[in-house]
């Protein structure tokens, strides 16, 4: 098999991935069919052991691009290789080195052990059997499932079916792992957990690639050492967030715990003149019995605070904290994502 010489673990070259849909008008009338571009001739690369975070709001691209990847789809257009192996037509030998964990979905068989389940993937993955119950036993103590290996898997918390998980995923010891949302629905004390175990067990200690995909920002601003976003299936930046945030012509951002927010409160504010772009975003915790939202606000100045705090007074919303900062992921996300 003719390896193709790579510099990078994964390397992307104007890839590209069509999807057609076809639409009957009234269930009676003529068909229609429409092509949509889930990836639109979009290239990277990702070094040997580098965390690598591949950012975009829903439907970008981003779970597109890991199946292409990982060999579960053929791209329509472009190249891909991982470790110098053309993701088409070297598919096996891309296999064997590649695994995934998807964030949100069952990838476990629920009525067997922990155990069970990594020797079931061992023998899916071709491991030696001399070697499967070494193997299986260290990566259940690597992420402290030791003392439950022979529990159900129906029994675990979902902390811990997201660590068996990965413990799946290293199974095969894959020379470059995919990470697709890992901490999907996860408390948040869990997914701090599983961040610090990727950080610090997966890229540090065992000097894996790893290719994250998250919206969750402040996910990527801890863990990632490059990031890249996609929006609309168009790749539209790619670097070390400094260096992107320092290219970026916004100024500075308005961080608010509110309360009594409405959807109408949220609409003028995105319409004064001083503020440019207005999200909320996910918030644990309320005050009070009532619900807290937390507000992101991209300002060209500092002098916009009394302005916004005067406009959300009016509207008899109350404001629990304020931060003032400079840029950050989200709002990196915020302005190539064309959130408004």
Known sequence: MGVRR???????????RDYIS???????????????????????EIQEGELFGLLGPNGAGK?????????LLEPTGGHAFVKGYDVVKEAKHVRKIVNMVAGGERMLYYRLTGRENL????????VPRKEVASRVNRLLELVGLSE???????????????????????????????LDEPTLGLDVSIAKDIRKFIQEKIVKEQGKTVLLTTH????????????????NGELVAVGHSEELKRKMPLGFSIELLVTRLSNETLEGLKHLECVKKAITTDYEGETEDEKIDRLVINVESDKAVPKVLDYMSNKHCRVVAVNLRGPTLEDLFMFYAGET
Request: glycine content about 4%; hydrophobic content about 35%; some cysteine.
């Open 6 to 16: 790579s510099e990078f673990a994964v390397e992307v070259r104007e890839l590209s």
């Open 22 to 44: 076809t639409r009957r008008n009234h269930l009676i009338g003529k068909k229609t069919t429409t092509i949509v571009k889930a990836l639109d001739h979009i290239s990277f």
């Open 63 to 71: 779970t597109t691009t890991v199946k292409i990847l990982c060999t």
């Open 119 to 126: 020797t079931y993937f061992a023998d899916l993955y071709d």
């Open 148 to 178: 439950r290996a022979d529990d159900e898997v129906e029994k675990y918390s979902k902390g811990m079916k997201q660590r068996l998980q990965i413990c799946r995923g290293l199974i095969n010891e894959p020379e470059v792992l995919f």
């Open 216 to 231: 969750y920002m402040y996910e990527a601003e801890e863990m990632c050492d490059r990031v890249g976003f996609l929006n």
